[in-house]
């Protein structure tokens, strides 16, 4: 085989796997359902963190029926790939999320600003967390912390808006399937 034949079947099969790769790559094959981790979700407010890929999965438990723990927690993944972590604390007392008790959830920690129910709220680069009154019958207060896996990557500032507006819808839900009455 001559060199410029070699060289000609080097480029086909190059331009043919090219082809066959584009054809398959991209794109959620994935539905996101309409609620998870004992809470109605927001596809929309998820959205900016869904990455590309065939299944999603909820691994963890729920948020609110929690029994006896004080805690809930649950994950929601892509292709076994975490992508949103979430976790509620039923608590006694309202904690301040920018308290140097609480500086080591957050990277660039600021205050949420004008939150649409009592509380408050911090959000850092992939981390955002309200604390709230509940007033309901398995807890006082709740803290909700909602956090971003690593490979979430794009815009600091607009995740940053993301996470905060994500976080601010789920707060609600939650108290609501709790029972919370403030």
């Known amino acids: 085989m001559s060199t410029n034949t070699r060289r000609l079947a080097a480029a086909l099969l190059a331009g043919g796997l090219a082809v066959s790769l584009t054809g ?6 994935y539905t996101v359902p309409d609620a998870a981790c004992g809470v109605p979700l927001n596809e929309k407010k998820l959205d900016p963190f869904l990455v590309d890929g065939k299944t999603f999965k909820v691994v963890g438990d729920s948020l609110v029926d929690t029994g006896k723990k004080s ?3 649950c994950d929601l993944s892509v292709d076994d790939w975490l992508v949103v972590s979430f976790e509620v604390n039923k608590v006694d007392k309202l ?3 920018l308290a140097e008790s609480e500086s080591f959830r957050f990277v660039h920690p600021a205050k949420v600003e004008d939150l649409p129910f009592p509380g408050l709220g911090a959000v850092g680069d992939r981390t955002a967390m309200i604390s709230t009154k509940c007033a309901g019958p398995g807890a006082d207060y709740l803290v909700t912390e909602v956090r971003l896996s690593t490979k979430i990557e794009g815009d600091v500032a607009e995740r940053r808006k993301n996470i905060e507006t994500l976080t601010v819808d789920l707060v609600p839900k939650v108290k609501k399937a709790l029972g919370c009455t403030v």
């Open 95 to 97: 904690y301040d999320p």
């Open 24 to 29: 398959c790559g991209g794109g959620r094959a």
């Open 71 to 73: 805690q809930g927690r």
